[in-house]
């Protein structure tokens, strides 16, 4: 059964660095097909996508994170990361990984929802 | 982006009714419209995908459907299990966008 699980620091400084791993289980990576994506949600609030790998290294960002993400993706360990520069108050949030999934629908285009999720992990950004 | 515009975003139910949560798009998604529930300090589930789409495991008693440019969703007989936070998500196009949020809560 696939299983995806955040680690990360729980707490990071202002304008430092933000990083995560999610650690994926029950599935292979590299076994193309999905491509895998970090969610935020501010506490109380709404839940923002922030960009997806594929397992070759290919990334999509949201445009209004896009300057200060990376994502990469380590097959031999089947886990992919998120970094997030310059970080401040208002990236304070639950940062979910999950999959992403995409079906053909009977139009010829696709269908993409996000399932399963990581269980979350809790990141405030304070000195 | 397309943003993603819920209604309510909060309502008052018992058990045993019938709720609608309405999802409405800024431009045309087609039926690229998925909902999930969250319940507090737990991710998000997929219930629908593709509109009208039932997850597979999703109790029946939960439907999706699209009229003209709204999406709904729908709860017949509302459960105990069933309080919580629903979010419909566009899959038309990046940037994936959610709408704000419902939540659904025991009157």
């Known amino acids: 059964q696939l299983q995806l699980q955040e680690s990360g620091p729980g707490l990071v400084k202002p304008s430092e660095t933000l990083s995560l791993t999610c650690t994926v289980s029950?599935?292979?990576?590299?076994?193309?097909?999905?491509?895998w994506a970090w969610i935020r949600q501010p506490p109380g609030k709404g839940l923002e996508w922030i960009g997806s790998?594929?397992?070759?290294?290919?990334?999509y960002y949201s445009p209004s994170l896009k300057s200060r993400v990376t994502i990469s993706v380590d097959t031999s360990k089947n886990q992919f990361s998120l970094n997030l520069t310059s970080v401040t108050a208002a990236d304070t949030a639950v940062y979910f990984c999950?999959?992403?999934?995409?079906?053909?629908?009977?139009?010829?285009?696709?269908?993409?929802?996000?399932?399963?999720w990581g269980q979350g992990s809790l990141v405030t950004v304070s000195s | 982006d397309i943003q993603m515009t819920q209604s309510p975003s909060s309502l008052s139910a018992s058990v045993g009714d019938r709720i609608t949560i309405t999802c409405r798009a800024s431009?045309?998604?087609?039926?690229?419209l998925n909902w999930y529930q969250q319940k507090p300090g737990k991710a998000p589930i997929l219930l629908i995908y593709?509109?009208?789409n039932l997850e597979s495991g999703v109790p029946s008693r939960f439907s999706g459907n699209k009229s003209g440019t709204d999406f709904t969703l729908t709860i017949i007989s509302l459960q105990p299990e069933d309080f919580a936070t629903y979010y419909c998500?566009?899959?038309?196009?990046?940037?994936?966008?959610f709408g704000q949020g419902t939540k659904v809560a025991n009157k």
């Open positions: 998500q566009q899959g038309s196009a990046t940037p994936w966008t």
């Open positions: 593709g509109a009208s």
């Open positions: 790998i594929y397992y070759s290294g290919n990334t």
């Open positions: 029950g599935y292979s990576i590299s076994s193309s097909s999905y491509y």
């Open positions: 999950a999959r992403r999934r995409r079906v053909r629908s009977n139009g010829g285009d696709y269908y993409n929802w996000f399932d399963p």
């Open positions: 431009q045309s998604i087609s039926n690229h």
